[in-house]
């Protein structure tokens, strides 16, 4: 999967890596694991195994949102929202689905700007484990979602801060 913007963001079959290339020299310039960034959340959660990991964190998918954020669709189902001047996650959406597939903008009616995120799931027929259908799922997403989520990580952390003061002024 290829996207441009400022820089070429490639990533290659079956790896957890987002090459980001210069656009001009297509020179290396830096390498995104996307296996590193979910090990930092699932550690939180819980422990997979490194196997589970790397296989869960390849890279199936990317699309780029202009001036804003990369959406990285992985192989294991999560979805991570990687700044594009930081380059560093504004979120992971775990479990998504067990694998993404596709992510693309769309205009949808009065939703103007959409991000549409299609997937799969295995799930058993008759309640057998041998037996597993794949069922395609589609998602509509708000494409702000990525400032929407930086916004509510600011108010929040304002919010501490005055709850911060307020507790002191009442010991004093």
């Known amino acids: ?6 820089a070429l963001y490639v990533a290659k079959k079956n790896s957890p ?3 980001v290339r210069g656009k001009k020299t297509e020179k290396l310039c830096e390498l995104i694991d996307c296996v590193h960034f979910l090990k930092e959340e699932m550690v939180k959660v819980n422990k997979d195994s490194k196997h589970k990991m790397s296989y869960s964190g390849r890279v199936k998918t990317l699309c780029l949102q202009k001036n804003t954020a990369v959406w990285i669709g992985t192989g294991g189902g999560h ?9 560093r ?6 479990n998504f ?6 992510m693309m903008t769309a205009q949808l009616g009065s939703l103007k700007n959409a991000m549409l995120v299609l997937g799969y799931n295995r799930k058993s027929t008759d309640g057998t484990q041998q037996q597993k ?4 799922c589609l ?4 494409i702000n979602l990525p400032h929407e989520v930086q916004n509510l990580e600011k108010h929040i952390e304002v919010r501490k801060e005055l709850a911060e003061k307020m507790r002191r002024i009442s010991v004093e």
């Open 79 to 87: 979805i991570l929202l990687l700044d594009l001047s930081t380059r």
């Open 133 to 136: 259908e794949i069922q395609s």
């Open 97 to 102: 689905c067990d694998s993404v597939r596709v």
């Open 139 to 142: 998602s509509v997403w708000d």
């Open 89 to 94: 996650i504004i979120r992971i959406i775990h």
């Open 17 to 19: 890596f987002v090459e």
């Open 1 to 6: 999967a290829v996207v441009v913007d400022t």
